[in-house]
């Protein structure tokens, strides 16, 4: 079992950054690939950025690749999302999201097994 707690999210002007940051319980936080998903009002949840258990491997969804960094820090059983170059349709709830037999890569089309509450991240034009 593994619980999952973001935070770090807020209101920021377009061109500005924010990190957020996912704490996650458990003793086995580094057997889980992690990632982060967005949902937009009137949008469906859609995949952003994703990391393998060691934090050898990470994935990017093609509009925030060159803008967004996942990283993990396992001693700290955190996962962070370093957002750049934040763009108002960068506007969503963001959730952290962790499953034992995923990839990075398949972190991106599967279901993962564990989610966050969600942050809210809002960026003005």
């Known amino acids: 079992q593994v619980q999952l707690v973001e935070s770090g999210g807020g209101l920021v002007q377009a061109g500005g950054s924010l990190r957020l940051s996912c704490a996650a319980s458990?003793?086995?936080?580094?057997?889980?690939?992690m990632g982060w998903f967005r949902q937009a009002p009137g949008k469906e949840r859609e995949f952003v950025a994703s990391i393998n258990w060691s934090g050898g491997s990470t994935y990017y969804a093609d509009s925030v690749r060159g803008r967004f960094t996942i990283s993990r820090d396992n001693a700290r059983n955190t996962v962070y999302l370093q957002m750049n170059s934040l763009k108002p349709e960068d506007t969503a709830l963001y959730y952290c999201?962790?499953?034992?037999?995923?990839?990075?890569?398949?972190?991106?089309?599967?279901?993962?097994?564990?989610w966050g509450q969600g942050t809210q991240v809002t960026v003005s034009s």
């Open positions: 458990g003793r086995t936080f580094s057997h889980y690939a």
């Open positions: 999201a962790a499953d034992q037999f995923a990839s990075a890569q398949s972190m991106g089309v599967i279901a993962p097994g564990y």
